[in-house]
């Protein structure tokens, strides 16, 4: 039996939830980043689990033959940075991410503790490249 991914759509208020961010200018940050990605994708934020803003979806089936949907961008506020949830390997995007500022990687996640830290528009190129790459992964 597949095993369906924990991380879901919830259907909850993104606004409401941003507006519970503690920190004044985390709150700014994530305000900025949810219009900011919501333009380039084209797509409305929806929240995932209980702290994850993602922007569209898409249904893939992995090399082990697991299928499930995922976000195509996800963003989430954590206690130490803001995280990107881009892509299955950022590796393969050395040159874009080189350009982009003080930032930190995961296998397929961005880390940045505030959007004053990074370029804005090296940040589109990569979530439109990265869009790209989740659209290929479509089941």
């Given at each position: 039996?597949?095993?369906?991914?924990?991380?879901?759509p919830?259907?909850?208020?993104?606004g409401a939830f941003?507006?519970?961010i503690?920190?004044?200018?985390?709150?700014?940050?994530?305000e900025?980043?949810?219009a900011?990605?919501?333009q380039?994708?084209?797509?409305?934020?929806?929240?995932?689990?209980?702290?994850?803003?993602?922007?569209?979806?898409?249904?893939?089936?992995?090399?082990?033959?697991?299928?499930?949907?995922?976000?195509?961008?996800?963003?989430?506020?954590?206690?130490?940075?803001?995280?990107?949830?881009?892509?299955?390997d950022?590796?393969?995007?050395q040159?874009?991410?080189s350009?982009?500022?003080?930032?930190a990687?995961?296998?397929?996640?961005?880390?940045?503790?505030?959007?004053?830290?990074?370029?804005?528009?090296?940040?589109?190129?990569?979530?439109?490249?990265?869009?790209?790459?989740?659209r290929?992964?479509a089941?």
């Amino acid at each position: 039996m597949a095993q369906e991914n924990k991380t879901q759509p919830t259907g909850a208020d993104v606004g409401a939830f941003i507006a519970g961010i503690a920190d004044d200018g985390r709150r700014r940050d994530m305000e900025t980043l949810v219009a900011f990605v919501g333009q380039i994708l084209d797509e409305p934020p929806m929240l995932w689990g209980g702290s994850i803003i993602g922007f569209g979806s898409f249904s893939y089936r992995g090399k082990s033959g697991r299928t499930g949907t995922w976000m195509e961008v996800g963003i989430a506020s954590r206690k130490a940075a803001i995280v990107f949830y881009l892509s299955f390997d950022l590796s393969k995007y050395q040159t874009i991410l080189s350009r982009l500022g003080r930032h930190a990687t995961g296998v397929g996640c961005l880390y940045v503790k505030r959007l004053a830290d990074i370029d804005l528009a090296v940040l589109r190129e990569l979530v439109e490249a990265t869009q790209k790459e989740t659209r290929s992964f479509a089941a």
